[in-house]
Nanobody
Framework: QVHLVESGGGLVQAGGWLRLSCEASGSVSRIHAMAWYRQAPGKQRELVAAITTSGYTKYGDSVKGRFTISRDNAKNTVDLQMNSLKPEDTAVYYC??????????????????WGQGTQVTVSS
């Protein structure tokens, strides 16, 4: 089993920044793709960013140019640097991991493992 723990959420003013981190533990050798998703109240879960073990990345359209995903394979971590935050970025952010790198290319949310989520609130 794989356990994912997110950290770094909080309250920030519009235009500000936050950095989310996710650390994986357990059977980490199973992990290939890693990603961040978010879900706002009353809305569907959406892709924020995803990354393969080799560093190929994919971003949701609404965050391109503002957010950057990165990972440290040796430490089993994935980070999300969020700049120029907007009130519409307010959501619970979830870390996800999958046994297949192809999950990133597929672009769906059928990841094998999920964290509990961390709240990000952007005030106007």
């Amino acid at each position: 089993q794989v356990h994912l723990v997110e950290s770094g959420g909080g309250l920030v003013q519009a235009g500000g920044w936050l950095r989310l981190s996710c650390e994986a533990s357990g059977s980490v050798s199973r992990i290939h793709a890693m990603a961040w998703y978010r879900q706002a109240p009353g809305k569907q879960r959406e892709l924020v960013a995803a990354i393969t073990t080799s560093g190929y990345t994919k971003y949701g359209d609404s965050v391109k140019g503002r957010f950057t995903i990165s990972r440290d394979n040796a430490k089993n971590t994935v980070d999300l640097q969020m700049n120029s935050l907007k009130p519409e970025d307010t959501a619970v952010y979830y870390c996800a991991a999958d046994r297949l790198n192809s999950r990133v290319l597929a672009g769906n949310d059928e990841y094998d493992y999920w964290g509990q989520g961390t709240q990000v609130t952007v005030s106007s």
